[in-house]
């Protein structure tokens, strides 16, 4: 299914750039490409090889959407709409300059433009009509299967437990196989499986499918946590990459952030008083403790009583400190943090000492976050937001591992994106919505049924159809 839509995709935005080609002619020449009546043989000719480069363009960055976002399913995202016109404008572009053949620079730009915006609205109104797969799932884990089955663009039709022994259908044609390969499999099973994969039917494990649909790691499904080691070990040329990228990036808007916070330190020194800047020791890089500097939006009492988590709406935190965690300008000083050396822009987030020894405890793999640099923004921040319980942190911990193992240039400008819009939006500090005291009580009761329907019909015994 992800092939044939990854080819209808790249099929539709050349039909796209082809349309936009004729627009661009007929609004700078005044005629369709291909009409003897408007352009001399030259001309013609030469616009003709400029379609045929910018249809092979269209198709290459299709195919390098493709490639470099591997991490997601092939939704139609504005993003990778986005990212694959960039691609084939910098095709199209390098073509030209080794070809050398006619054009019209004004025709070829509004060509250009008028794809772009053809391909967004094809996305929207692609994005009107619910997109889902159907999955058939081997597992026996109940709490993997619920997790998919809520989220968006996933059905789930049928369920096999790998230990199954009597006589099984065959999934339904417009379903995925999705196996669980850290479950013991009957010889029925195995057997099933294999048929369905000879067959020619798609088979995908279910950690690929859980982390693409959720941006998360199945944390019960990590084996000693040398997924993330392995992953990161092919991945260590881009990290002195990245560290380079930080510092630059944030030496060169220096004179943008410099005023900004000497302006908020004033106000924060005005409005709440002394001291200004929020000095607090987290765990770094590889366990090394190192001092965080955050301007300080909490009573000055704030942690006599001994460090706890911050939540969104913490009476602790002063009128002026909301404002400034709801547009991140608290984390302003955390640029010196990245001068040296001891942050990165994007990164699972630098959590406190007493913190870290108690989750070291509760959670398995939890020291694997230390692998690469903090970051003062993050996965787990964009799609997360605050921590109030052990539970959201281990929700947390599972968008962490995620980043950690699909770790790019680009996932780290998606979350550059979504916390330029957290900035914008103002939603840093926003809670989450928290049930009533009656609809809590129905939720306890609603749960309390299922784990009752779980025990006497598991899902798992579910027909596959």
């Known amino acids: 299914m992800r092939q044939r839509l990854l080819v209808g995709m790249a099929c539709a935005d050349a039909a796209l750039l082809f349309i936009a080609f004729v627009i661009g002619t007929y609004v700078q020449f005044g005629g369709h490409p291909f009409g003897d009546e408007v352009f001399i043989d030259t001309q013609a000719r030469g616009l003709l090889q400029i379609l045929l480069i910018c249809l092979g363009g269209s198709l290459v960055g299709s195919a390098l959407v493709a490639a470099v976002m591997p991490h997601g399913p092939p939704r139609p995202t504005y993003s990778r709409g986005s990212l694959g016109a960039l691609f084939a404008f910098f095709v199209i572009t390098a073509v030209i300059v080794l070809v050398r053949p006619y054009y019209s620079r004004p025709q070829l730009f509004t060509t250009l433009v008028v794809w772009i915006v053809l391909v967004l609205l094809l996305r929207a109104a692609l994005r009107l009509r619910p997109w889902t797969e159907r999955l058939v799932i081997v597992t026996n884990s109940d709490a ?12 789930v039709v049928g369920v096999i437990d790998p230990n199954a022994t009597g006589p099984l259908s065959a999934p339904p044609l417009d379903t995925v196989l999705t196996v669980d390969l850290s479950a013991p499999w009957s010889r029925e099973v195995t057997r099933y499986v294999s048929a369905t994969s000879v067959a020619g039917r798609e088979v995908r494990p279910l950690n690929e499918v859980y982390e693409q649909h959720t941006g998360r790691v199945p944390l019960g499904h990590l084996s000693e946590g040398w997924e993330i080691e392995t992953s990161l070990l092919r991945k260590l040329p881009f990290l002195p990459f990245k560290h380079a990228v930080d510092l630059l990036l944030v ?12 302006l908020v330190a004033v106000v924060v020194r005005v409005a709440d008083g002394s001291p200004v800047i929020f000095r607090q020791v987290r765990v770094g890089r590889r366990g090394e403790l190192v001092e965080l500097f955050k301007f300080r939006t909490m009573r000055a009492d704030a942690e006599e009583q001994g460090a706890r988590q911050a939540t ?8 002026i400190g909301h404002f400034l965690r709801s547009v991140r300008l608290d984390e302003l000083p955390q640029f010196f943090n990245i001068l040296r050396g001891e942050l990165s822009l994007i990164g699972p987030r630098p959590e406190q000492v007493s913190f870290v020894e108690k989750y070291r405890e509760a959670i398995p793999f939890y020291d694997q976050r230390h692998l690469v640099r903090p970051g003062i923004t993050g996965w787990a921040q964009v ?31 998606e979350v550059l994106a979504r916390s330029v819009w957290t900035v914008v939006s103002a939603s840093g500090t926003k809670p989450k919505a928290q049930p009533s005291a ?20 598991p899902r798992r015994e579910r027909p596959t159809g």
């Open 438 to 457: 009656e609809e809590a009580a129905e939720l306890e009761v609603e749960a309390r049924e299922q784990r009752v329907d779980d025990e006497l019909h």
């Open 251 to 262: 030496i060169l808007t220096l004179p943008l952030w410099l005023p900004l916070i000497a």
């Open 383 to 413: 799609r997360h937001g605050y921590a109030a319980s052990e539970e959201e942190t281990i929700e947390k911990l599972s968008y962490d591992f995620y980043y950690l193992k699909h770790m790019s240039p680009l996932l780290d400008l």
């Open 144 to 155: 993997i299967v619920r997790a998919l089955d809520e989220t968006p663009h996933i059905t």
């Open 312 to 319: 969104g709406d913490d009476p602790r935190i002063t009128p």
